[in-house]
Structure formats: C-alpha cells, structure tokens
C-alpha cells in the first residue's frame, strides 16, 4: 500500500490509539500508521531503521532528564518538547523495523540487553551540567538536520516519510542549541568555561558519527553514508562555534562502536532505569 494511500484506508484509524507522540491525521506519517500500513522492511533496512531508531530513543531519555531541572522555567518547557519530538522520532524508526521482526515498538525499546543497541556514544554521555547538554544537541541536531534532509530523498518511502517530518523538528532543535552555544560562549567566562569543558569532553565521540558501516553500505539509495555529510557539518559547526567564540578542541577520539554493539559504560545505566518499568510490571498498560 503507498503511504498516499493511507488516509482513505485509515479513515476510522488513529483516535484510539492516540499518543502524546502522535500528530493529526494527513499531517505526518505516524507510527500507527506505520504499524498498520502493510509496509514491510528488508532484513537490511530493518537494521538501519533500528539504529535511526535507537539514536533518538536514548538522546530522548536523557532529554527528559531536564524537565523539572532546566536553568529557566521556559528552558523546561523547551527541553521537555524536544525530548518529545525526539521520542517521536524513534517511535517511528523503531515501529518500521520492529515490522521485519513481528516486534512491537515497545519490545525493541524494553526487552532488549545493553549489547542489542546500535546507538552512538555521543546520545548515550551524561547530560552533565547545562552547557554539556547544549553542546551534545549541538553536534547531534546539526548532524540529524544533514541526515534526515537526504533520508527525504530516500528510496524506501516509509523512510523519506518518518525523515520528512523529523527534519521541521529538528531544525528547530538545531536553532535552539546554536542560539544558546552563542549566548553561553558570549556570555560570562564561567559560561564560556563551561562550553569549553564540555565540548573538550564530548569531541572524542565524534568520529563515530560520520564511520560507514556495513549497514549503510549495502543500502544504495536508500541510507545515508554519514561520511558523506562531515565536510558540511564541519562547515556549519565551525561557523557557530566561531560565532560563539569557541574553538574546535584538539583532544583525541574515542574508540567507540555502539552500531556494533560496544557502548560506553553509561548506557547500561540508563537502561535500567528505562527499562524498569516494563520489566517489573510485563504487559501493564494505562
């Protein structure tokens, strides 16, 4: 079925099931949608999907953190709706894959071990004081920003679809961390202090971003090769930074593989605590 399909099929569909991650009907491919579309992923893009999936999923976890802890009432409010939007990513990246495997959403985020994660080490570093946090989104917007644009090009619909919503939200996502690395990195020298602290302590796991891995080259047409969006990143980055008053620290890089399975020692904990919930309480709905 083509997802241009789909509002005529879904008529009675949606309410039901709605969600605090859900849009209005014609809006946005949703991830009831998704489940019901009769969209079934390869075996290969099923695990790409996943690793999207899981990059949004752990970023949003630790996002959520802040609600009630942000440096400003409104700062709540703002990190709150971007952990919100970023849940909604991997709600729909996760949905697709699950589709290859007769898995749900919520098997893929709650039942699975440490090692059956293919997120980046960068989602999975602690928040940090207020400055660590900004300087994570904003490596990690502008490089999401890059990625989903292409992934709207993208030969597998359910993709191009899930990234075309996702790229008007994470722009905004962008916009916030570059407004606020320039009004920390401009403001008082503890600020800027703190900006450089944390970009000293985030650097290392950049590389891991941009490294090709299996699954993205035997996708053609449908995956982003992430080495191909360095140099732009680069750019971009190098000229907020510079805005900011920062400078690109020249510490050295980690030797992270979470596409692999190998992450750093902070995801374990995250999960459980994650995770806790739907293990102690197995089938529990509300």
């Given at each position: 079925m083509k997802h241009e399909e789909l509002d005529e099929a879904l008529d009675s569909f949606g309410d039901a099931l709605a969600s605090a991650t859900r849009v209005t009907p014609g809006n946005a491919l949703r991830p009831e949608d998704i489940a019901v579309g009769g969209v079934k992923p390869s075996e290969e893009v099923a695990q790409y999907a996943l690793t999207l999936g899981d990059d949004a999923l752990i970023l949003a976890q630790r996002m959520s953190h802040w609600i009630s802890r942000a440096p400003e009432l409104e700062e709540d409010v703002a990190l709150g709706n971007i952990a919100l939007d970023v849940l909604g990513h991997a709600r729909s990246f996760l949905t697709y894959a699950g589709l290859a495997w007769d898995k749900t959403e919520d098997d893929l985020a709650y039942w699975r071990e440490e090692e059956e994660f293919t997120?980046?080490?960068?989602?999975?570093?602690?928040?940090?004081?207020?400055?660590?946090?900004?300087?994570?989104?904003?490596?990690?917007?502008?490089?999401?920003?890059?990625?989903?644009?292409?992934?709207?090009?993208?030969?597998?619909?359910?993709?191009?679809?899930?990234?075309?919503?996702?790229?008007?939200?994470?722009?905004?996502?962008?916009?916030?961390?570059?407004?606020?690395?320039?009004?920390?990195?401009?403001?008082?020298?503890?600020?800027?202090?703190?900006?450089?602290?944390?970009?000293?302590?985030?650097?290392?796991?950049?590389?891991?971003?941009?490294?090709?891995?299996?699954?993205?080259?035997?996708?053609?047409?449908?995956?982003?090769?992430?080495?191909?969006?360095?140099?732009?990143?680069?750019?971009?980055?190098?000229?907020?930074?510079?805005?900011?008053?920062?400078?690109?620290?020249?510490?050295?890089?980690?030797?992270?593989?979470?596409?692999?399975?190998?992450?750093?020692?902070?995801?374990?904990?995250?999960?459980?605590?994650?995770?806790?919930?739907?293990?102690?309480?197995?089938?529990?709905?509300?």
């Open positions: 997120s980046l080490w960068i989602v999975e570093q602690p928040n940090g004081h207020f400055g660590v946090t900004i300087v994570r989104q904003l490596i990690v917007s502008i490089f999401q920003n890059l990625l989903y644009k292409q992934l709207t090009e993208s030969k597998d619909e359910t993709l191009a679809a899930i990234s075309a919503k996702a790229v008007k939200e994470v722009d905004y996502h962008r916009d916030h961390a570059i407004q606020w690395t320039i009004r920390l990195g401009q403001g008082t020298e503890e600020s800027a202090a703190k900006m450089r602290h944390a970009l000293e302590i985030l650097w290392p796991y950049v590389d891991e971003m941009f490294r090709d891995e299996e699954v993205h080259q035997n996708l053609e047409g449908i995956a982003v090769l992430p080495s191909t969006l360095r140099s732009a990143w680069e750019e971009e980055i190098t000229a907020v930074l510079d805005a900011a008053g920062l400078e690109i620290p020249s510490t050295g890089q980690a030797m992270a593989y979470g596409r692999r399975g190998e992450h750093s020692e902070h995801l374990g904990y995250l999960l459980a605590e994650m995770q806790v919930l739907a293990r102690k309480h197995p089938g529990a709905s509300w």
